[in-house]
C-alpha cells in the first residue's frame, strides 16, 4: 500500500513540474496481460483511447500511459516586451495581455 501511495505522489510531482511524462506499461502477469493503462486516479483507459486531465492531454497505448501539458507557457509563446503572459489552470487557457492594462490583449510576436 505504501508503495503505492508513494508511486501516486510521485505522479504528482512529475505533473507539477513537467512539460509531459510517459510511464511504460509492465506485463506483470503474462496469462492475465493489461487491457489498457490506470491513471494517476487509478482510473482504467483502454488502448487507443485519448482524454484530458489537469490541463494535459492523455493517451493510452499498449507501450504505456503518455500525457503531454497543452498550455502554453513563457517557453513556448513570444510574448512582447510591454506585455505578459496569464494562465488560468483552472480553465485551462492562456492569453497574452499589456500589462499596463490586463483587459487589452497583446498579440504574440
Avoid: Y
Avoid at 503505492?4 to 510517459?22: A, E, I, K, P, T
Avoid at 483502454?46 to 499498449?62: H, I, K, L, V
Avoid at 488560468?88 to 504574440?108: G, H, R
Amino acid at each position: 500500500a505504501s508503495l503505492h501511495v508513494f508511486l501516486c505522489l510521485l505522479g504528482l510531482v512529475v505533473l507539477c513540474h513537467s512539460d509531459g511524462f510517459f510511464h511504460k506499461l509492465e506485463l506483470k502477469d503474462p496469462k492475465n496481460p493489461p487491457k489498457g493503462c490506470v491513471d494517476e486516479d487509478g482510473k482504467q483507459h483502454d488502448f487507443g483511447s485519448e482524454w484530458n486531465r489537469d490541463c494535459m492531454a492523455c493517451s493510452c497505448t499498449r507501450e504505456g500511459l503518455s500525457c503531454s501539458n497543452n498550455m502554453p507557457d513563457a517557453n513556448t509563446v513570444d510574448v512582447p516586451a510591454d506585455c505578459e503572459l496569464v494562465v488560468d489552470k483552472d480553465a485551462c487557457s492562456a492569453k497574452v495581455v499589456m500589462k499596463s492594462d490586463k483587459t487589452k490583449e497583446c498579440n504574440p510576436i
